[in-house]
């Protein structure tokens, strides 16, 4: 199957809160990525094109870290599939896709949550093996990539548009 990656379009928004909504337990995803994008805080934001139509997204919005630091960081979410194109490598292309596009942006880390089976393979760590640490009390799922350099240590904060809406 051929897969197009391209930044999102004002054109998309409908069909990626439809891919948030169906991949997801709850609305809450799409609601934080409305939320986001509203806030001007949507830094990247990817979709990916199948058979003509919008059957993936993925979004990094800024992180903070406290203590502040110099380095300038990215949070990995979410990113979702329809479910019935999961398992044939989409995923992992907007993943790829998001990841190069913060290099070229010249952000310094991008973390993420989730499982580390599946992370691990496009190079995030567990964070707190670099004394970075998180607000949602897990520890192996929270995981640190790095571009060009971590911050020294310390919490790792979401945007607020997260603690919006419950899951
Ligand atoms: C997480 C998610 C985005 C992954 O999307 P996906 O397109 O299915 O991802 P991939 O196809 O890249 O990888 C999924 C699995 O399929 C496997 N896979 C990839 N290409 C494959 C292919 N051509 N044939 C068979 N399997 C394949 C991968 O190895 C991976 O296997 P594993 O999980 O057993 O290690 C999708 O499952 C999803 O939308 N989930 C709900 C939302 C969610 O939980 N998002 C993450 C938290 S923000």
């Known amino acids: 199957m051929k897969i197009l990656i391209r930044p999102e379009l004002p054109a998309d928004y409908a069909a990626v809160a439809a891919i948030h909504i169906s991949a997801f337990p709850t609305d809450a995803e799409s609601k934080v990525v409305n939320a986001i ?7 990247i934001s990817l979709v990916a094109i ?12 800024p992180v903070t870290t406290h203590p502040p630091t ?3 960081g990215l949070g990995l979410a979410p990113v979702a599939v329809l479910p019935a194109y999961h398992k044939q490598g989409i995923g992992s292309q907007l993943i790829r896709a998001g990841l190069e596009q ?3 942006l010249g952000y310094d880390y991008a973390v993420v949550l989730g499982g580390p089976k599946y992370y691990m ?6 964070a707190s093996a670099f004394g970075l ?3 949602y009390g897990v520890d192996d ?3 640190v990539t790095k571009f060009n350099a971590l911050p020294a240590g310390g ?3 979401y945007t607020p548009e997260f603690f919006l809406f419950s899951v």
Not at 37 to 43: I, M, S, Y
Not at 50 to 61: R, T
């Open 37 to 43: 994008r509203e806030n001007g805080n949507a830094v």
């Open 121 to 126: 393979r496009f190079g995030f760590e567990k």
């Open 102 to 104: 913060c290099r070229k």
């Open 141 to 143: 799922e929270f995981m």
């Open 70 to 72: 110099p380095e300038k």
């Open 133 to 135: 640490q998180n607000e």
């Open 155 to 157: 919490l790792i904060k």
């Open 50 to 61: 199948a058979d003509d139509k919008v059957i993936g997204h993925i979004l990094f919005s």
